[in-house]
């Protein structure tokens, strides 16, 4: 009750000379499901011009998941890997390559050894992040560094579903930290749920009290 009350007087806040670090514009998802739950007063329309600029939600054609093949090299890829993209038409962002894409992965220093990086991986000794790449980065260190498959399988959402995926994404980008589970809470499960976010109904792609979840 007392983050929903300091999430509401927030949002009913002024704006400010940077909308970017309002509320509204960090949380944009809770805004707009709270929006559509509660009475709120009628607010002045505000733009969040980061969140418009990296969703181009008018633009947007299609998200896509992208699947990256074992790699024997390293084996925190053991299983493969998983992506989300953000397909969009917008006419200097429209080719493939450049499509933002969603990445979750462990936190880890360059001097962590093998036997610690596996270690700290499996026991929850690393935070686990969100983040995000223009696809042809993803493109250049999976496909033509490493030569591994990837496979772009687009999703079927509809418009709505499409807009509640990436206000979701959205706020997971601003560092937001999940402890970090090689064989459960990995990029499997993170990406799952996240695209469980896009139905309102019971939908769910995790099985419950699973032990182990892999792409």
Request: with cysteine.
């Amino acid at each position: 009750q007392a983050e929903l009350d300091a999430t509401l007087a927030g949002f009913l806040e002024p704006a400010g000379v940077n909308p970017d670090n309002h509320p509204r514009c960090r949380l944009t998802a809770r805004y707009h499901w709270l929006r559509e739950h509660l009475p709120l007063p009628e607010l002045q329309p505000g733009s969040c011009p980061r969140f418009e600029r990296w969703s181009n939600l008018p633009a947007a054609e299609g998200i896509s998941l992208v699947f990256v093949s074992a790699f024997l090299d390293n084996p925190a890829s053991l299983y493969g890997h998983l992506l989300i993209k953000f397909n969009t038409a917008a006419p200097h962002y429209g080719h493939s390559l450049l499509s933002p894409t969603l990445n979750f992965g462990a936190v880890s220093g360059p001097e962590d050894s093998a036997v610690e990086f596996a270690v700290r991986g499996i026991f929850g000794g690393y935070h686990g992040v969100f983040s995000d790449e223009r696809f042809y980065s993803f493109n250049h260190v999976y496909g033509e560094r490493e030569l591994r498959d990837l496979w772009e399988y687009p999703i079927r959402f509809t418009p709505k579903q499409r807009e509640r995926l990436a206000r979701h994404a959205w706020e997971l980008l601003q560092d937001v930290r999940f402890t970090y589970y090689f064989f459960l809470d990995n990029c499997a499960y993170r990406q799952a749920e996240l695209l469980e976010l896009a139905w309102t109904d019971a939908t769910r792609i995790n099985t419950p009290r699973a032990l182990w979840a892999i792409p």
